[in-house]
């Protein structure tokens, strides 16, 4: 028996219906994923520390590396938990980025402390380290976050005395570059505060 033409209210549903899988499809199509340049020479740790990124910072934070947007785009409708956003923002030296890992920013009001911890928050602050501030606004006369040195990470405290001290491994610049930068540094975290409310 060979069906009836179907009437016009089913014809809209499943027309509705239809469109609302093509939609949720072609979204599932576009989403970001974490994109480390292969020619990173710390590829699986920079992998590792971005997905951990991901995982444990995307609520607060946007960085394009990590595939996250969760700095408020607008700052009159950001909440007070708005995270700086680290596309925008150099994070160096490391061991600074470290330090707000381990307690929980500069000022401990939102971002909870011990986020990651051991290794792991050494490779996400590492992650930060070199790949953050790749869309910093460029001041003339400053030095931009790729001429910053990233630093190092002192070997955790099970070394024994008599051990080598492992460290990871640095961008140096000179010295003056640094000095110039930290000028910049204050001036730009203010702005950033002021940007985002954030004060981590």
Same mark, same amino acid.
């Given at each position: 028996?060979?069906?009836?033409?179907?009437?016009?209210?089913?014809?809209?549903?499943?027309?509705?219906?239809?469109?609302?899988?093509?939609?949720?499809?072609?979204?599932?199509?576009?989403?970001?994923?974490?994109?480390?340049?292969?020619?990173?020479?710390?590829?699986?740790?920079?992998?590792?520390?971005?997905?951990?990124?991901?995982?444990?910072? %995307?609520?607060?934070?946007?960085? =394009?590396?990590? !595939? *996250?947007?969760?700095? +408020? @785009?607008?700052?009159?409708? $950001?909440?007070?938990?708005?995270?700086?956003?680290?596309?925008?923002?150099?994070?160096?030296?490391?061991?600074?980025?470290?330090?707000?890992?381990?307690?929980?920013?500069?000022?401990?009001?939102?971002?909870?402390?011990?986020?990651?911890?051991?290794?792991?928050?050494?490779?996400?602050?590492?992650?930060?380290?070199?790949?953050?501030?790749?869309?910093?606004?460029?001041?003339?006369?400053?030095?931009?976050?790729?001429?910053?040195?990233?630093?190092?990470?002192?070997?955790? %405290?099970?070394?024994?005395?008599? =051990?080598?001290? !492992? *460290?990871?491994?640095? +961008? @140096?610049?000179?010295?003056? $570059?640094?000095?110039?930068?930290?000028?910049?540094?204050?001036?730009?975290?203010?702005?950033?505060?002021?940007?985002?409310?954030?004060?981590?």
């Amino acid at each position: 028996m060979i069906p009836g033409r179907m009437n016009r209210p089913s014809r809209l549903l499943f027309t509705a219906l239809a469109a609302i899988a093509l939609a949720v499809s072609a979204a599932a199509c576009g989403t970001e994923r974490i994109h480390i340049p292969k020619s990173d020479p710390n590829y699986q740790s920079d992998v590792a520390g971005a997905t951990l990124f991901s995982q444990r910072c %995307a609520g607060c934070h946007t960085f =394009s590396f990590a !595939a *996250t947007h969760g700095s +408020a @785009a607008n700052i009159r409708t $950001a909440q007070d938990i708005n995270g700086p956003d680290f596309d925008q923002r150099c994070e160096r030296p490391v061991d600074r980025v470290l330090y707000a890992i381990e307690n929980g920013g500069f000022s401990g009001a939102y971002m909870p402390a011990n986020v990651v911890v051991g290794q792991q928050a050494r490779e996400v602050a590492m992650f930060v380290a070199r790949f953050s501030g790749t869309q910093e606004p460029t001041i003339p006369g400053q030095p931009t976050c790729a001429q910053e040195p990233i630093g190092t990470l002192i070997a955790p %405290a099970t070394a024994t005395a008599g =051990s080598p001290t !492992a *460290t990871t491994a640095v +961008a @140096a610049v000179a010295p003056s $570059a640094t000095a110039a930068r930290t000028g910049k540094k204050t001036k730009a975290t203010g702005k950033q505060k002021a940007k985002t409310g954030a004060t981590y």
